[in-house]
């Protein structure tokens, strides 16, 4: 009798952590299909590990791209001495669709627009919202947005590296990520060097 009720539960336990893992993600792409108002039909993982959801299916330059932006966060993070959450799989990328192309310059920039809130009034107000070329959507996991693009992929290595520095600073400095998650006060990326 006794072995029978840890058996169960034991099996409680775990049909209950494997079911709470799903409910997550489905919270984080509530969230993340709010923000974009897209629906993100593809799932894949990069070669290295981390979890890729696209509105389209990404290309393998894409997929490279993300790799080579966390390989690069994570040489960084390592150089300043953090070392929580430093996998590949420890990430989910959103890729959706952009609102814009091109910066007020003219220049290729495929970007997210979202409501100014605290950027309310200053130089990225456009109007009641912002052009972003990423967004944490969820801490924990570890979870950003960005815009699809269809070449220079290299911004997206930066975008993946940047987005992940608030990641990286929310899991092992909770005091620098307070200091630096709002650019709404000045700052920018680089965060870590």
Same mark, same amino acid.
């Given at each position: 009798?006794? +072995?029978?009720?840890?058996?169960?539960? &034991?099996? +409680?336990? &775990?049909?209950?952590?494997?079911?709470?893992?799903?409910?997550?993600?489905?919270?984080?792409?509530?969230? *993340?299909? /709010?923000?974009?108002?897209?629906?993100? !039909?593809?799932?894949?993982?990069?070669?290295?590990?981390?979890?890729?959801?696209?509105?389209? =299916?990404?290309?393998?330059?894409?997929?490279?791209?993300?790799?080579?932006?966390?390989? $690069?966060? &994570?040489?960084?993070? =390592?150089?300043?001495?953090?070392?929580?959450?430093?996998?590949?799989?420890?990430?989910?990328?959103?890729?959706?669709?952009?609102? /814009?192309?091109?910066?007020?310059?003219?220049?290729?920039?495929?970007?997210?627009? *979202?409501? #100014?809130?605290?950027?309310?009034?200053?130089?990225?107000?456009? !109007?009641?919202?912002?052009? #972003?070329?990423?967004?944490?959507?969820?801490?924990?996991?570890? #979870? &950003?947005?960005? #815009?699809?693009?269809?070449?220079?992929?290299?911004?997206?290595?930066? *975008? *993946? =590296?940047?987005?992940?520095?608030?990641?990286?600073?929310?899991?092992? $400095?909770?005091?620098?990520?307070?200091?630096?998650?709002?650019?709404?006060?000045? !700052?920018?990326?680089?965060?870590?060097?």
């Amino acid at each position: 009798m006794r +072995l029978t009720t840890i058996a169960s539960l &034991f099996i +409680l336990i &775990f049909v209950s952590s494997v079911l709470d893992a799903p409910a997550q993600n489905r919270t984080v792409l509530a969230e *993340v299909e /709010r923000i974009s108002g897209d629906k993100f !039909g593809f799932a894949v993982r990069t070669p290295m590990g981390a979890a890729v959801y696209g509105v389209k =299916r990404p290309s393998a330059k894409t997929l490279a791209a993300i790799d080579s932006g966390l390989t $690069d966060l &994570f040489a960084i993070a =390592r150089k300043n001495k953090y070392r929580k959450r430093l996998n590949y799989s420890d990430y989910t990328i959103y890729i959706a669709n952009p609102d /814009r192309t091109k910066n007020i310059d003219g220049n290729y920039s495929p970007d997210i627009a *979202v409501g #100014a809130a605290q950027y309310a009034g200053s130089v990225y107000d456009k !109007g009641g919202y912002i052009y #972003a070329s990423g967004m944490i959507v969820a801490l924990n996991p570890c #979870a &950003f947005l960005i #815009a699809e693009h269809t070449k220079e992929f290299n911004r997206i290595s930066e *975008v *993946v =590296r940047y987005e992940g520095e608030h990641l990286v600073l929310y899991h092992n $400095d909770r005091q620098r990520y307070s200091e630096t998650a709002d650019h709404s006060k000045g !700052g920018g990326h680089p965060i870590l060097n």
